[in-house]
């Protein structure tokens, strides 16, 4: 049996998963302390299943504890913000984009060296490692603990990130390294970006992994335990205390491929409704698919893996005007059971329609007994339209595809939608989360840019898959369980020998001890 | 005469990216570079092609190159000034004003760069009055600049001067080169003198792209509205004209190489009607059709926008499921006439297409 625990800044959830089944499911609050916030939920789901601990095997976490320190400023370690690259890069120092406040934060210790490689692997200029003694004597002389090192087209070759990090690990014993190859991908200031903001959460990701370590053994759980990642697959505790910004964004994911899991679907789009808003996304083998424009995290640039998911102002507490014409995108909120006519307010909101209708028993249904039926008819219509816009805007083809609907306002939508082919509601859809922790798989993945000239595309693309494939294994992917989920070829205009920027994507089952399958 | 500032490079960026007409590059990085050379050297003076005398020494300015290099090899800012040396030391003449080659995507950024580095001014005009993938598709070149000598440098420090006696094969040259230099290069070329800049230049395209990114911004509130204001403000300038050409949905990209084009068929599909209107890119948009009739082709801009932010969406951004308008630009009269069709319109691009301007 696994389980899976997804800790929110509001809500500490958990689920006990055999196989397919959920055993028990709780939400309990989140606390200051992370440890003891999980050590409840665990002690309930254990407690109302009567679980041993010592039949679990395995942990799967997932967690916004990262992303919102750097969103509130929280918790931040300075950074020696260290690139490699220049004559080139000079242009734009580290940092130049941020937000004021948190490069304050972060101390502005932004240092250039001459390196870094042209997309072909070609050397900009050698490694200054004689500037780099003086940078690592500075860091010293400064006390600083953790260091981002960034060079240019490090994902073509890493070779002077890894000898930076050598005289770096040398010179400053215990300082903790960020390399930006093994965190992003080409596009040199988001990467760069991602490295320095990984860089500051270098403290807080080990007292956070430790309170994870803590709270299961203090439970009396020994089965190793993961971590999730943006992308919807595991990361093991060690590399989340050296890479803790690839757990940016794994909330959405980890709904999304709850939602797949609960309704028994791989390909399907998911629409997570709230009090506020839908979270619409598109999942493709389980996955959800992810997105192609940079994303801000805290006012900083990235391109992080992230899920590509359209928000909209639909959810349990919108507003409904113009005679159920127009709804949304302002919501009662949390304010709902004070302000939505079926709890005795005053204020029209979608759950007052649906209650009306006789589509859910939520409050007093009396109180919504004079509203025209007119009023009901066309604000049912405008939420169906609404969700079918926003289904169909994130389809990646005409096709028709299953809707699983998720979270508490799934209730507004009864009917078919035109762009589904069936709509699902499964069950346990209010720990969404915790199940998608408790699934994730294993993953590795290739981005480099390819001269295509003079080799079969097979051939190249063979070798690309050969790479992500390995990269899984490493991470702790079963060998014969790896599959290629995902290959994107991108033709780079006005470059020669054809060079194509190619991205694989890999996935295995995670090697456990454990019997379960 | 006005002085360029900071404050004003956001809607240049915004502008541009819609004269980028899907191609042209990311402005971000331009307007990250154009920002640090203000802060370090100053503002930048923007003067109108009237302001300039008849015998200063006009030089054009830009970056050539794959759009997807700066975005990973971020430039050194320094590249123009290198290359403008290089042909001040050759050709022993000392420029007095500069001048961006390229009006839409990264290009428009790059040469306030070089202005404030240099104090000189940066002339509110351009030779493409929009982004285009070569060289040669300059006003400059129709109206008879030769493009040579061409002054390249690359972040390394590397130069190369390129002399010949066509701007097409200036640029092939000088794209060879580009690719030694790793794949992208500064340059300036197209020499000229301030009365034969008057004449050959497309006017006021810096302060286009400005204003087009204040149009947008101040029609925030309402997406509707957003699209008319900019579509009103397109029958005041010189341009004269833009138009709606259609909305809908993406519903289908395919890509190929054909005749060692990179060519993309972008289909949208409306939201009341089966028939799809269909954009063929070739780096940029060039020719957007509905079952056989071409709606606008080539030099005319035609820009994909975002229905709800009006925002420009670059080619290698669009995808399934976006719903776009697609708004028509008509150039103005100094691109469109028979020589200038002859260098950038739908013929130099391999299409069979006639060009018919739009609105007239």
């Known amino acids: 049996m696994r389980i899976g625990i997804d800790v929110g800044g509001t809500n500490t959830d958990a689920v006990i998963l055999e196989g397919d089944r959920v055993v028990a499911a709780c939400k309990s609050p989140t606390t200051e302390d992370v440890s003891s916030g999980i050590s409840a939920a665990l002690s309930t789901v254990l407690g109302e299943s009567g679980v041993a601990a010592s039949a679990i095997d395995a942990v799967m976490i997932g967690t916004t504890h990262f992303t919102n320190a750097v969103i509130e400023r929280r918790r931040l370690l300075q950074v020696a913000a260290v690139r490699i690259g220049l004559p080139a890069t000079r242009g734009v120092p580290p940092m130049t984009d941020w937000p004021g406040d948190l490069a304050d934060v972060l101390g502005r ?19 200054d490692e004689a500037g780099l003694l003086d940078v690592a004597r500075e860091i010293k002389a400064k006390g600083l603990r953790s260091a981002a090192i960034t060079s240019v087209f490090s994902p073509v070759t890493a070779v002077m990130e890894l000898r930076a990090a050598e005289i770096l690990r040398e010179e400053c014993p215990g300082i903790a390294l960020s390399l930006s190859h093994e965190i992003g991908r080409v596009g040199f200031l988001e ?37 999730s990642q943006n992308d919807g697959t595991l990361m093991t505790p060690e590399h989340v205390e050296s890479y803790p910004v690839l757990t940016f964004a794994s909330g959405p994911t980890n709904s999304m491929r709850g939602a797949a899991r609960l309704a028994a679907i791989g390909d399907a789009m998911v629409v997570d409704i709230g009090g506020t808003t839908s979270d619409v996304g598109m999942l493709m083998q389980g996955f959800p698919r992810e997105s192609a424009v940079a994303v801000d995290i805290g006012g900083v640039r990235t391109n992080f893996r992230m899920p590509d998911v359209l928000a909209i102002g639909l959810g349990g507490g919108s507003l409904v ?31 007052d329609i649906v209650v009306a209708a006789g589509m859910a028993d939520i409050g007093d249904r009396a109180r919504v007994a004079n509203i025209p039926a007119e009023t009901i008819a066309t604000a049912l219509d405008t939420i169906h339209r609404m969700v079918d816009e926003a289904v169909d805007r994130m389809k990646t083809s005409a096709d028709k595809l299953p809707v699983i609907l998720v979270g508490g306002g799934a209730v507004l939508v009864s009917c078919d939608l035109p762009s589904a082919s069936e709509v699902i509601r499964p069950e346990n859809s209010g720990v969404a989360n915790a199940i998608g922790a408790a699934i994730a798989q294993v993953g590795g993945e290739v981005d480099r840019i390819y001269a295509m000239e003079g080799r079969a595309r097979d051939e190249v693309l063979d070798e690309a898959k050969a790479e992500a494939s390995a990269n899984a294994v490493v991470a702790g992917a079963i060998e014969g369980s790896v599959k290629i989920m995902d290959i994107e070829e991108v033709p780079l205009a006005y470059l020669p020998g054809s060079a194509t920027r190619i991205r694989v994507k890999a996935v295995g089952d995670l090697a456990m001890k454990g019997a379960e399958a | 005469m006005r002085w360029l500032e900071v404050g004003d490079l956001e809607d240049i960026a915004v502008g541009a990216a819609v004269l980028g007409t899907g191609g042209g590059g990311d402005p971000y990085i331009g307007k990250l570079l154009a920002r ?72 428009s950024c790059l040469p306030i760069v070089l202005a404030a580095q240099t104090g000189l001014p940066l002339v509110d005009a351009d030779g493409m009055g929009r982004a285009f993938p070569q060289l040669e598709m300059e006003t400059f070149n129709v109206y008879g600049v030769p493009a040579a000598p061409v002054a390249m440098a690359d972040e390394k420090g590397n130069l190369a001067l390129v002399e010949t006696d066509s701007a097409a094969k200036a640029e092939f040259m000088a794209r060879g080169i580009c690719i030694r230099m790793g794949g992208q290069a500064s340059l300036v070329n197209y020499a000229m003198d301030g009365a034969t800049a008057r004449r050959v230049s497309v006017p006021a395209t810096v302060s286009l792209a400005q204003d087009i990114g204040r149009v947008l911004r101040q029609a925030r509130v309402d ?47 409306p939201f009341d009607s089966d028939v799809p209107y269909r954009i063929r890119i070739q780096n ?77």
């Open chain 2, 223 to 269: 997406k509707t509205a957003r699209l008319n204001a900019l579509i009103d403000f397109f029958g005041t300038t010189h341009y004269g004209h833009a138009e709606l050409l259609g909305s809908g949905k993406v519903s289908d990209i395919e890509r190929k190489v054909e005749n060692g084009w990179s060519v993309g068929i972008v289909s949208i599909l």
């Open chain 2, 36 to 107: 640090g050379a203000i802060e370090a050297h100053g503002a930048v003076r923007l003067i109108s092609l009237d302001e300039l005398a008849d015998d200063e020494e006009v030089i054009t300015c830009g970056a050539m190159g794959a759009p997807t290099i700066v975005l990973e090899k971020v430039p050194s800012g320094d590249e123009m000034l290198m290359a403008l040396r290089h042909y001040e030391a050759i050709s022993g003449k000392a420029v007095t004003a500069i001048m961006p080659f390229e009006a839409g995507g990264l290009n």
């Open chain 2, 284 to 360: 940029e948009n060039l020719v957007v059709e509905r079952g056989a009739t071409v709606l606008a082709v080539v030099p005319d801009l035609i820009c994909v926008l975002d229905i709800d932010t009006a925002e420009a969406i670059p080619t290698e951004r669009l995808r399934y499921g976006q719903r776009v308008d697609i708004l028509g630009i008509r150039v103005p009269p100094i691109m469109r006439t028979p020589g200038a069709l002859m260098v950038f319109g739908p013929r130099a691009f391999g299409l069979t297409a006639e060009y018919v301007p739009l609105g007239i």
């Open chain 1, 321 to 351: 005007r113009d005679g159920g014409a127009r709804i949304g995108p302002d919501s009662v909120g949390y304010e709902i059971m004070k302000k939505a006519l079926v709890f005795g307010g005053d204020t029209l909101t979608t759950t």
């Open chain 1, 109 to 127: 210790h932004c240092y250039m060296l001459r390196g870094g490689h042209e997309f072909d692997g070609r050397e900009i200029a050698p490694l």
């Open chain 1, 191 to 227: 990467r760069e970006n991602a490295a320095i903001m990984n860089a500051c959460l270098a403290d807080l990701s080990t007292k956070v992994v430790d309170s994870f370590r803590s709270a299961l053994r203090h439970k009396g759980i020994s089965a190793p335990f993961f971590i």
